[in-house]
């Protein structure tokens, strides 16, 4: 009965099952909102930072709030776009490679895909609140540029009905959960010790899309093609930059503390 209450929500429910994105009908699906979106982020990341930071007193339940909401949102996600995968695939080789020119971007899959694109500009509150906190030093880069480019990544999944993204769905969104779990711990008080496995798997995540993507590959150029493969060309880039970003985060903040303490 639980599985069936779980199936009907998450991926039988009329409203995925009829999700379709439509470019320039959509919510979302155009090129002026993308380009909008961001550029209104950066805009505020800019403004907002020389700006009075608010009282921890009011922070604090806004975070715990915001941290609540994106942990259960990530667990949703990961569950649905799973099922609806498993559900929905015609054979196993259609999870990492969708047959070219024949996967229209609808029905439930596209329809967790579409809630992780919006999931991601949710999450430029993260950056509102580091601003609000006062801790300069966590707007770093790194979170600018990941908060920013991974909602074109998004975009460019629904546009191109790209290969592959409901396995890079499952994993990334499985991640946020461990990460938001943390975040909304450090907010209630208690900082786990378990910050350094957050970034752990952000880098394993990392490394494992580019091993599934090699199967993608083969797919690809053995057969009749990869539906999306251009999307996945910017999807591997961006990648790229993020492993090495957080690699480079990971040996300043991590190895420097490991080195402190053997001293």
């Known amino acids: 009965m639980e599985k069936n209450f779980l199936h009907y929500w998450l991926v039988d429910h009329p409203t995925i099952t009829n999700f379709q994105w439509q470019p320039n009908h959509t919510w979302g699906a155009s090129p002026l909102f993308l380009s909008t979106t961001l550029l209104t982020y950066l805009l505020l990341t800019i403004t907002l930072r020389p700006t009075t930071t608010l009282n921890p007193t009011l922070l604090r339940p806004i975070t715990t709030i915001h941290n609540l909401i994106l942990l259960l949102l990530s667990l949703t996600m990961a569950i649905g776009c799973t099922l609806s995968t498993l559900s929905h695939m015609p054979n196993h080789r259609w999870i990492f490679c969708f047959p070219a020119n024949h996967t229209p ?23 509102v609140l580091i601003i609000f906190s006062g801790s300069n030093r966590r707007l770093s880069f790194l979170h600018v540029y990941h908060h920013s480019v991974v909602v074109v990544m998004c975009y460019i999944w629904l546009s191109t009905s790209q290969s592959l993204f409901p396995v890079a769905l499952v994993t ?37 899309s580019f091993m599934v993507s090699g199967l993608m590959l083969y797919y690809h150029f053995t057969g009749s093609g990869c539906s999306g493969f251009l999307g996945w060309c910017f999807n591997a880039v961006f990648n790229a930059s993020l492993l090495a970003l957080f690699i480079n985060f990971h040996l300043k903040n991590y190895a420097k503390q490991n080195k402190a303490k053997r001293l």
């Open 105 to 127: 971007p609808r029905g439930p899959v596209f329809f967790w895909a579409y809630i992780f694109y919006f999931s991601k500009l949710l999450e430029f509150i993260d950056t």
């Open 172 to 208: 990334n969104a499985s991640v946020h959960v461990l990460m938001y779990a943390y975040y909304l711990l450090c907010a209630l008080g208690w900082r786990p010790w378990w910050k350094v496995l957050v970034t752990n798997c952000q880098i394993v995540q990392f490394v494992f």
